[in-house]
């Protein structure tokens, strides 16, 4: 799937950026101007008379067509007067030996001729632009983009020379606005000639000259009437956008504090024993993720060990042989551990039941008596209905929100609604704006499109747990940190023995159970391993030192075995039975 996604994926790059750019999609063809000269008359009553050639050598490939684009944005007229190839004047229209007219913004002029290959022709084009001069404070200004940036050829030569009328006079030295382009003071007055040296594809010469002061123009054309306008609207309506959809997006976030109100904390928590009775499972839930309550699977390894320190489970030791998955225990002898069924009884919690059922009473292959590997995919399987058991706990706990749903309810609603109505209102509102000049309109309906996201921001953070539970958390995640400084030396209880089992569910459940099991070895080497733990006895007698170390690297093993069983269940080719190197005696 992910492999015809990045085939497919590539391809639409590709023909993106081919139909962006025609020259990639002609690779093969190579053409250039080796000459391209313009003659900018300014007429006295300001338009623009322009007429360029353009001498084209088409190197390699076959060409039916060339074209000028002419940009009008800045003007408010352009009319075509006549247009020739190769010094003959042609009509206009689509047949060959004619020229076309196409678009707005730019106006396309397109020749069209014969097929033609490494061969060179010329082609000229007048023109005239009305509507062309800014007015500014202190000049009439000709702006004019002479050379067009939306082209896929060079330009070897080019000469561009503006000429005017008497009575007018220009102010301060012309200038190339963009492009290569350098100024050449001829001797005579009344004109200004540009020239540049290999213009490459895509790079525009833009011209700009200042001429007195209503000398040309004596008002502003419409389209700078109209720009001077929307820009006067523009900051009022972008500001008030802002401004809107900032007081839609505190008045959500008023209304869910009022739902949900803060909860003050006591940041500075010490807790050295479990603050209440809630499970491994359910304390692991709200310290691993107290803001999503998401459950996962050391979770599940958490009530396995509360099980079994309860009576319920019992895991064994089995030696065999056959291929074997390296561990940090060193040995030569593989062993797979079970985690076996012994009995269930009725004050089981919802979630603990379900576990079991889920487990050992899977319709298709009941047991019991289970790998850490069956068990993970067994978990994996029944995954929805264990985590709806924890959560429905925790909920009649009365530690979750019972606003937090039906409120982030609610907020996606609002969100959707906003959005919707802040897209619309905006088309509407550009749509209205563009035929009355002033399109900076559409901008303040888009204060909806922001309340929404922030509306979605909101919705993101709001608190799942109810106020007792967040204090309930704050408890637990001191009693983690707790754990924490003991695995880190940080803290050394006086019963260690006692610590280590009662405390190894909830280590397991918090994710430190490999870690919980290291620091206890001594403890383990002293007291023997927990009542729930069956070695296996078929092997040779060993002196006593060597089965108490044999002790704390067997449970080390079953951490680990226990916690690496996802990784091992998620392999392509299955692996031989759950085995892990121990060390044992000799």
Request: with cysteine.
């Amino acid at each position: 799937m992910i492999r015809k996604l990045f085939i497919v994926s590539s391809l639409f790059i590709i023909l993106f950026f081919a139909l962006i750019h025609p020259s990639l999609a002609q690779t093969a063809n190579e053409y250039a101007a080796d000459q391209f000269t313009a003659s900018i008359s300014i007429q006295n009553d300001s338009s623009l008379l322009i007429t360029e050639t353009t001498v084209f050598h088409f190197i390699r490939g076959t060409y039916t067509s060339v074209n000028r684009p002419i940009a009008t944005n800045h003007t408010e007229n352009v009319t075509i007067a006549n247009a020739n190839m190769d010094g003959k004047v042609v009509a206009r229209g689509d047949a060959t030996g004619q020229y076309s007219v196409t678009g707005t913004n730019p106006l396309r002029v397109m020749w069209h001729f014969a097929p033609t290959s490494n061969s060179t022709h010329t082609f000229s084009l007048t023109y005239r632009a009305k509507g062309v001069f800014t007015k500014t404070a202190t000049s009439d200004f000709l702006g004019w983009e002479a050379i067009p940036a939306s082209r896929n050829y060079v330009i070897h030569d080019a000469t561009i020379t503006v000429s005017y009328p008497n009575n007018t006079q220009i102010v301060g030295p012309p200038e190339v606005v963009k492009g290569p382009a350098l100024v050449v003071h001829p001797l005579q007055t009344g004109s200004v000639v540009y020239k540049a040296k290999e213009v490459d594809a895509d790079d525009p010469i833009d011209i700009g000259i200042d001429f007195h002061a209503r000398s040309l123009i004596t008002s502003a054309p419409h389209w700078q009437t109209w720009k001077n306008q929307a820009d006067n609207y523009f900051l009022p309506c972008f500001s008030g956008a802002i401004i809107l959809g900032v007081i839609i997006a505190l008045a959500l976030f008023l209304y869910t504090r009022k739902q949900q109100s803060p909860v003050t904390l006591n940041r500075n928590l010490t807790v050295t024993e479990p603050p209440d009775d809630l499970t491994p499972a359910l304390s692991g839930t709200l310290v691993t993720s107290p803001t999503r309550g998401d459950v996962h699977y050391e979770q599940v390894l958490g009530t396995l060990f509360n099980l079994a320190n309860r009576g319920v489970l019992s895991i064994s030791e089995q030696r065999q042989t056959g291929d074997i998955l390296t561990s940090t225990i060193e040995g030569a002898d593989a062993v797979v551990f079970c985690v076996n069924l012994l009995t269930e009884p009725a004050d089981l919690k919802l979630y603990e039941a379900q576990l079991l059922k889920i487990l050992f009473h899977a319709e298709d292959m009941p047991s019991t008596a289970l790998t850490f590997t069956d068990i993970f995919k067994r978990y994996l399987n029944g995954a929805r209905q264990f985590d709806t058991a924890v959560q429905q706990t925790i909920a009649k706990a009365g530690l979750l929100d019972l606003n937090y749903v039906p409120l982030r309810k609610r907020l996606r609603q609002w969100s959707v609604l906003l959005i919707s109505v802040g897209l619309g209102a905006s088309a509407l509102g550009f749509g209205i704006g563009i035929a009355l000049n002033i399109w900076p309109i559409g901008i303040l309906p888009m204060s909806l499109i922001l309340a929404g996201i922030i509306a979605l921001f909101i919705r993101a953070y709001c608190r799942r747990l109810s106020p007792q539970g967040v204090q309930t958390t704050a408890q637990w995640q001191a009693f983690d940190k707790y754990l924490q400084s003991i695995i880190l030396h940080k803290s050394e209880p006086e019963d260690g023995q006692d610590i280590f089992m009662r405390y190894l569910p909830y280590a397991t459940s918090f994710t430190w159970g490999i870690s919980w099991v290291e620091h206890f070895q001594e403890e383990i080497v002293q007291n023997g391993l927990p009542a729930w733990f069956q070695r296996n006895t078929d092997s040779n007698d060993t002196p006593a030192s060597d089965i108490y170390l044999s002790n704390s690297a067997a449970l080390i093993a079953l951490m680990e075995q226990a916690y690496i069983s996802p990784y091992r269940a998620m392999q392509p080719t299955p692996l031989a039975p759950d085995t892990l190197i121990l060390e044992s005696s000799k």
